[in-house]
């Protein structure tokens, strides 16, 4: 896609890069041991001359770190949109604090939250005419020592979400959970995703290291006709 780059930093957390806008989603932490020469969030963070707008889906530590609000633009005043189950010791004036089923316009960006099978939200946004879905921890969180009663509340409550969603005709980037902790019901939630929702791309996410799922799911949507990405390292760019 044009003027479209996207940094996997680590779990959920991408830095997207458009012809205007530098977006983070999901900031938890930076694996500094494998740490890459050519890419440096921090330094892209600081010296941009794009606009920046940082999400956070929800208030659990492996989606939201305080440290983000730390970070320093030299051009301009990072944005915070949040889940407003995040508390905040003190608000400022560049911190939006969103629900499920709002919408609102932040810098010509149009950002929509929709719901989650988790605490916290899930993002679609329209960003230089391209359209992306950030999934935060919505998931078909099928575990195996599951009660019946425990799996129907979780499928309908999937489904349900997924059916608000899929009336938005074609999103062109989804980041979606492939936990491998999940084992055989791992890419239950992304194929279900991309069968009815079926976005362009989707780009696996909440993974920790476990990088063979982000391969198993790009061969499981194949039959969808959606394309899956696969993530080799953190800090990297990834081909779409």
Known sequence: MKDLKIYYIYHSCFLIETKNFIIIFDYFKMLEDKFKNEFSLREKISNTKKEILVFSSHSHYDHFNEEI??????????????????????????????????????????????????IGLSFLIKVDTIKIF????????????????????????????????????????????????????????????????????????????????????????KKFQVEGIIIKDVNSLLII
């Not at 949040?82 to 316009?105: A, Q, T, W």
Request: proline share 3%; hydrophobic share 35%; charged share 35%.
């Open 134 to 221: 950030h999934a935060g921890d919505l998931n078909w969180w099928y575990w195996k020592d599951d009660t019946k009663e425990e799996e129907k509340i979780m499928r309908e409550l999937y489904q349900s979400i997924i059916e608000k969603i899929k009336v938005n005709v074609n999103i062109d980037v989804a980041f979606f959970p492939v936990d491998p902790r999940l084992e055989e019901f791992c890419y239950l939630g992304a194929e279900y995703f991309a069968e009815y929702v079926k976005p362009k791309v989707i780009i696996p996410m909440h993974f920790d290291e476990n990088y063979y799922v982000t391969e198993k799911l790009k061969e499981k949507i």
């Open 69 to 118: 609000f730390s970070w320093k633009n030299k051009y301009s005043v990072i944005k915070y949109i949040l889940s407003k189950d995040i508390k905040l010791k003190i608000k400022k004036e560049n911190y939006f604090i969103i629900g499920e089923g709002e919408k609102f316009k932040l810098d010509n960006v149009e950002i929509k939250a929709y719901g989650s099978t988790d």
